[in-house]
Nanobody, 119 residues
């Protein structure tokens, strides 16, 4: 099991930027895919971005393409989500998640960090 701790959320105005961090521990991530998800009030949790730890291949939701960038620091065992040009509709609780690349579902989750974008 991978333990995940997110940080970096906050309150910003539309158009500004934030960088979320997710510190991972517990096991090697060499065979893992790391992801960011978000859940807005009254809505279901949705996929934001993912990165294959070994190789760095990335995938994004259409709603964030061109604005958000997922990356990882293999030395620090940390995943980042750089969020630029934030919009009020990006307001949500953001979760970091991990899964073995052979599995369909993400099985390890962080506690979440709140991002609020004011208009």
């Amino acid at each position: 099991q991978v333990q995940l701790v997110e940080s970096g959320g906050g309150l910003v105005q539309a158009g500004e930027s934030l960088r979320l961090s997710c510190a991972a521990s517990g096991r090697s991530l060499d065979t893992y895919v790391m992801g960011w998800f978000r859940q807005a009030p009254g809505k279901e949790r949705e996929f934001v971005a993912s990165i294959v730890w070994s190789g760095g291949y990335t995938n994004y939701a259409d709603s964030v393409k061109g604005r958000f960038t997922i990356s990882r620091d293999t030395a620090e065992n940390t995943v980042y989500l750089q969020m630029n040009s934030l919009k009020p509709e990006d307001t949500a609780l953001y979760y970091c998640a991990a899964k073995h690349w052979g599995l369909l579902a993400f099985g390890s989750w962080g506690q979440g960090t709140q991002v609020t974008v004011s208009s």
